[in-house]
T-cell receptor, first 116, second 115 residues
Framework: DAKTTQPNSMESNEEEPVHLPCNHS???????IHWYRQLPSQGPEYVIH???SNVNNRMASLAIAEDRKSSTLILHRATLRDAAVYYC?????????????????FGQGTILTVHP | ETGVTQSPTHLIKTRGQQVTLRCSSQ?????VSWYQQALGQGPQFIFQ???????GRGNFPPRFSGLQFPNYSSELNVNALELDDSALYLC??????????????FGPGTRLLVL
């Protein structure tokens, strides 16, 4: 899986938008960009994923650069509950020989602190 | 819909012992992956099970082994425990790759301490 680069930590105030960047300059054409987050004392939680176009869901938005070498996870109004480690992960969408092999390769992630 | 569950939540073992961790996948999910998360690190992929067979493995020695049962639940077994095996062990279930719905749903993990 291609590598991603994220800042070690970011801070935000409650009710403000948060933009979490991710660089993935070696992304291939079949790589999806996935975001997971891990709240304290919990397992990782899926947030959002996309391939080329920007994506929105109830949790967040994902903005993907036109060259796909970077992306940004956007939390529109941060709450205290959004304090977590955010992981940007590339997953190859190619179905290699019909197998189900699809590991997630986690990096260090970005620790997001939200201040009241 | 029942989420991914893991047991036990916490476990203390001594070096050289063996441990079995259990995971029940989310309803309808036939693919189970196991991850090890050391303190302050991101999860590291151990292996994945699909249709009761190991289907991909990370950089872990053979003393890490697993099983998947017909009901898609899974076990992770670790033999000859070492101090460095102390970690949070996470199980994730998903639908098969190629279905377009391969989001992995994680359980809360089992925290293992090896003394």
């Amino acid at each position: 899986d291609a590598k991603t680069t994220q800042p070690n930590s970011m801070e935000s105030n409650e009710e403000e938008p948060v933009h979490l960047p991710c660089n993935h300059s070696t992304i291939s054409g079949t790589d999806y960009i996935h975001w997971y987050r891990q709240l304290p004392s919990q397992g990782p939680e899926y947030v959002i994923h996309g391939l080329t176009s920007n994506v929105n869901n109830r949790m967040a938005s994902l903005a993907i650069a036109e060259d796909r070498k970077s992306s940004t996870l956007i939390l529109h109004r941060a709450t205290l509950r959004d304090a977590a480690v955010y992981y940007c992960i590339l997953r190859d969408s190619a179905n290699a020989g019909g197998t189900s092999y699809g590991k997630l390769t986690f990096g260090q992630g970005t620790i997001l602190t939200v201040h009241p | 819909e029942t989420g991914v569950t893991q047991s036990p939540t916490h476990l203390i073992k001594t070096r050289g012992q063996q441990v079995t961790l259990r995971c029940s996948s989310q309803s309808g999910h036939n693919t189970v992956s196991w991850y090890q998360q050391a303190l302050g690190q991101g999860p590291q992929f151990i292996f994945q099970y699909y249709r009761e067979e190991e289907n991909g493995r990370g950089n872990f020695p053979p003393r890490f082994s697993g099983l998947q049962f017909p009901n898609y639940s899974s076990e992770l077994n670790v033999n000859a425990l070492e101090l460095d095996d102390s970690a949070l062990y996470l199980c994730a279930s998903s639908l098969p790759r190629g279905t377009g719905q391969e989001t992995q749903y994680f359980g809360p993990g089992t925290r293992l301490l090896v003394l």
